[in-house]
């Protein structure tokens, strides 16, 4: 099980907590590659990170400068990472009206030049490297896409079963991402709509998928990502409040909405209790 990268959620702050929770394998929010070779400081800080033994990193970038990327990645910034994925699957209206994200499913030939000289930069500094999609932009092109990818020099492909114009609406297509771990010889990690064990069991059977990744549903349920359906005490989810609260770096309105989720569930599991104020 992966946790997702979340803009605005999964910052240095929350994937502490998430390996504290147990996860192997944890992921930044998407970000900007151009701000990076601008040395902006704001987006230098959300590289932040703490290597933890048996723990994979993960650094996703987007930006629709493909020579952005190579600097990011040749310049030893992304050093504490294991693998570098590729964004283009976000549907933000600010992030596709600038060819970024799932735009780039719109112009496979502009993805496919990324991605080759991605593929070309990690081979110097042995990073993996992936990418992140959805089945297509308003129409589903996602194995073609994904065999696009591959040939280009992807290692690994995680498919999100919705259209770049569905946003989050309706339900993720399990059976389009089972088509494309049919189509295609890397592993694939399925995206959409897992909660909990029940609905991560489905996902797998119905994608055969070689993974399962999380996102929503971490939100102020950092344990969720074990999917075993146990909720912890209540000393240990203010315990992990106050370890977020202490390691957050990044803007204080992104902790406010971890701290409102996490007081969401206090009130569903422990009505009883004190909710702990920020």
Avoid at 1 to 10: Q, S, Y
Avoid at 31 to 45: H, P, Q, S
Avoid at 79 to 87: A, F, K, P, T
Wanted: proline share 4%; with cysteine; hydrophobic share 40%.
């Amino acid at each position: 099980v992966l946790a997702a990268p979340l803009a605005g959620w999964t910052d240095y702050a929350f994937r502490a907590v998430l390996m504290e929770c147990g996860a192997r394998e944890v992921w930044t929010e998407m970000i900007n590659a151009t701000a990076l070779v601008r040395k902006n400081e704001k987006t230098l800080a959300m590289l932040k990170t703490d290597r933890k033994p048996g723990v994979r990193q993960v650094v996703q970038l987007f930006g629709c400068e493909p020579a952005d990327f190579v600097t990011v990645i040749k310049s030893g910034l992304l050093s504490d990472y294991d693998e570098v994925n590729l964004n283009m699957g976000c549907p933000a209206p600010k992030i596709v009206k600038n060819n970024c994200g799932c735009s780039l499913m719109r112009h496979v030939e502009q993805a496919q030049h990324l991605i080759e000289l991605c593929a070309v930069a990690v081979k110097h500094t042995g990073h993996k490297l992936s990418v992140k999609f959805r089945l297509g932009w308003d129409r589903n092109i996602s194995v073609d896409f994904a065999q696009m990818c591959v040939r280009a020099g992807a290692t690994r492909l995680i498919v999100h079963g919705r259209l770049g114009i569905d946003g989050y609406r309706g339900v993720a297509d399990y059976a389009a991402i089972a088509a494309v771990k049919d189509a295609v010889s890397v592993p694939v990690i399925a995206n959409g709509d897992v909660r909990d064990r029940a609905t991560y069991e489905k996902c797998l059977s119905e994608t055969h998928a070689d993974g399962v990744m999380v996102g929503r549903a971490l939100c102020g349920a950092p344990w969720k990502i074990k999917l075993d359906d146990k909720v912890p005490s209540y000393e240990r989810i203010v315990a992990l409040m106050q370890m977020q609260r202490r390691l957050h770096n990044a803007n204080p309105s992104d902790l406010i909405k971890h701290w409102l989720c996490y007081q969401k569930q206090i009130k569903k599991y422990y009505p009883d209790c004190p909710v702990p104020a920020l």
